[in-house]
């Protein structure tokens, strides 16, 4: 089981536009010729920032259109939030706020063994960084600069904290970075849910 960051940035690091959106990454490819459908059969349960949340909601046409669905997760979601946000009916999603370490056993238990996706953004994936509990970092770089916006990983990390692992090219406009989270100290069994 692995605390997984999986996300596409922009060939100069960023996530998403400064008004959150992913419009840029579309055209570079399809996500059937990604690692992602291997990906999300090993995931049982996703962490999720609020505007990457949003964006779906708002864009559930262009979801539909590359995933499928406007809501392509069977598992469950916790979705960190600091405002009320509605929820997508027959989804098992959760509205959480605070230190990520205070829902990591629940979401560990509801993944059963399977790994955790955090989806985004790059805060939400800093922070189970900083709490010791990210395992891997798996970028897809696209082949597309967007000058400014959000961030893939608002953190300062130098070696050897981060150790790739594999590099893997997808068409002409994605290559695939896996890398391993070194010295993660783990869960803290000492923290309660609220």
């Known amino acids: 089981m692995?605390?997984?960051?999986?996300?596409?940035?922009?060939?100069?690091?960023?996530?998403?536009?400064?008004d959150d959106s992913l419009e840029w990454l579309f055209p570079l490819g399809n996500i059937n010729d990604s690692s992602y459908p291997?990906?999300?059969?090993e995931v049982g349960a996703l962490a999720m920032g609020s505007s990457t949340?949003?964006?779906?909601?708002?864009?559930?046409?262009?979801?539909?259109?590359?995933?499928?669905?406007?809501?392509?997760?069977?598992?469950?979601?916790?979705v960190f939030t600091s405002r009320p946000l509605s929820p997508v009916e027959g989804a098992d999603i959760?509205?959480?706020?605070?230190?990520?370490?205070?829902?990591y056993s629940q979401m560990r238990?509801?993944?059963a063994g399977k790994n955790i996706w955090v989806v985004g953004g790059g805060d939400l994936a800093g922070q189970f960084?900083?709490?010791?509990l990210l395992d891997e970092i798996i970028v897809q770089v696209g082949s597309a600069t967007l000058g400014k916006g959000k961030p893939l990983f608002p953190r300062r990390v130098l070696s050897p904290v981060l150790r790739l692992v594999s590099v893997r090219q997808m068409g002409s406009g994605m290559a695939e970075l896996r890398y391993e989270v070194a010295g993660k100290t783990g869960e803290d069994d000492t923290l309660t849910t609220p």
Do not use: C
Request: aromatic share 16%; net charge negative; hydrophobic share 40%.
């Open 2 to 18: 692995k605390t997984q960051y999986y996300t596409a940035t922009s060939l100069d690091g960023f996530l998403a536009t400064e």
């Open 38 to 41: 291997e990906f999300i059969g």
């Open 94 to 103: 959760r509205f959480v706020k605070g230190d990520v370490r205070l829902v």
């Open 53 to 78: 949340y949003e964006w779906m909601l708002r864009h559930a046409e262009q979801v539909t259109a590359e995933t499928g669905s406007p809501w392509p997760y069977s598992q469950p979601v916790w």
């Open 129 to 132: 960084h900083d709490a010791g």
């Open 109 to 111: 238990e509801a993944a």
